[in-house]
């Protein structure tokens, strides 16, 4: 993992979602960086960990099986952990906020609250967490364009009015589309599985074309590390790249690395984050980062994808 930050103790950090794709690379690189890391998810799966960060490192992680809509237990195990950080990734993405609304907005907003509360009353320095990009609101209505958008775009506004009532300063991160190794759940997974199915020698096609911002796991993780070492004196919320690119760019990319790959798309139109994106409070708050250009992270990712299967062989 490039970075900075290589001094200044960042922990203990609370993650929840730690079970999930971001939180198990997040997790890898705090521990590589020798932090005290505590997972927080309804479940314990540490096997994306295991393959990131290895058995002896994995291991180390005390682990609390807890659902974040149940303010108690987030409440004993920010307390149990001591954290001066936490980092709430725990969410559920578009299709299951779709297909069960009541869950996706407890999970996502009242979830967030409990992070919140539980945070500011046990001291938490900082507290970092995922919106995303559909939080924009966009379109003919001006609002989000599914229940997930409307979630995030509620932790938000819920996240400033805790800065205004309690003096809570929160950074809130809006990636879009990120892909690597482990990106397993939501409609955008389809880009991740599209790369492994290239290491793989199979056939995959993406079940649409769209535009969007592909951000590189390691990319995003970076600058979450930056985030945790900064300290923001209000709550910041931020895209955190404008630059978008197609899926036939990724799959240009894909070609590139893996010329025999055999993947390809449907011409069904998925819309876009047709709205202006603004990354300046994110580099007013951490600097500048380096950007994993796509065919660098498909390379890293279908390089993981190969390690993974020898060892396995
Ligand atoms: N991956 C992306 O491209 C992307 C894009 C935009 C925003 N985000 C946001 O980033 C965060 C992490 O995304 P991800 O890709 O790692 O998602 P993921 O689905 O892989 O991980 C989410 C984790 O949350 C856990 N979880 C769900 N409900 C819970 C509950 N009630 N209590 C405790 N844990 C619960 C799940 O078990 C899972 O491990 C989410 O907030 C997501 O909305 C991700």
């Known amino acids: 993992m490039e970075g900075a930050h290589d001094t200044q ?19 890898a690189a705090l521990l590589e960086r020798g932090e005290t890391v505590h997972a927080l998810d309804i479940v314990e799966d540490r096997r994306l960990l295991l393959d990131l960060a290895g058995q002896e490192r994995a291991g180390e992680v005390a682990w609390a099986v807890a659902d974040v809509t149940d303010a108690a237990q987030v409440e004993k ?65 001006n609002a989000p364009a599914n229940v997930y958008g409307v979630t995030k775009r509620a932790v938000e506004d819920i996240s400033k009015v805790y800065f205004l009532d309690h003096g809570l300063a929160t950074i809130g991160l809006r990636p879009n589309v990120v892909y690597g ?51 923001p004196d209000g709550p910041i919320v931020s895209d955190i790249t404008v630059e978008q690119e197609t899926v036939d760019d990724l799959l240009a990319a894909i070609r590139a ?21 603004d990354d300046a409070p994110l580099r007013a708050l951490i600097g500048t980062w380096r950007h994993v250009p796509l065919e ?18």
């Not at 103790?9 to 997790?27: E, H, K, N, Q, R």
């Not at 539980?118 to 966009?138: D, F, K, M």
């Not at 079940?207 to 985030?227: I, N, T």
Request: net charge positive; charged share 20%; glycine share 8%.
């Open 77 to 141: 195990a920010v307390a149990r952990a001591g954290a001066r950080a936490v980092v709430h990734l725990a969410a559920l993405t578009i299709p299951p906020c779709r297909e069960d609304p009541a869950r996706g907005v407890a999970v996502n907003v009242i979830g967030h609250v409990n992070v919140l509360e539980a945070a500011r009353r046990n001291g938490a320095e900082t507290v970092l967490y995922t919106s995303s990009a559909a939080s924009h609101p966009r379109g003919p209505l």
């Open 296 to 313: 660098e992270g498909v390379r890293r990712t279908i390089e993981r994808h190969r390690a993974r299967l020898e060892t396995a062989a």
């Open 9 to 27: 103790s960042l922990g203990p950090v609370l993650v929840t979602g730690a079970t999930g794709f971001l939180g198990a690379w997040l997790i």
């Open 257 to 277: 690395v893996e010329p025999g790959a055999q993947v390809d798309r449907a011409d069904r139109h998925r819309p876009s984050p047709d709205v202006p994106l």
């Open 181 to 231: 190794l482990g990106r397993a759940a939501g409609e955008t997974a389809a880009i991740s599985e599209a790369i492994r199915a290239a290491a793989e020698g199979r056939r995959y096609t993406i079940p649409y074309a769209s535009s969007m911002c592909f951000q590189y796991v390691e990319e995003v993780v970076e600058v979450m590390l930056r985030c945790l070492a900064a300290r």
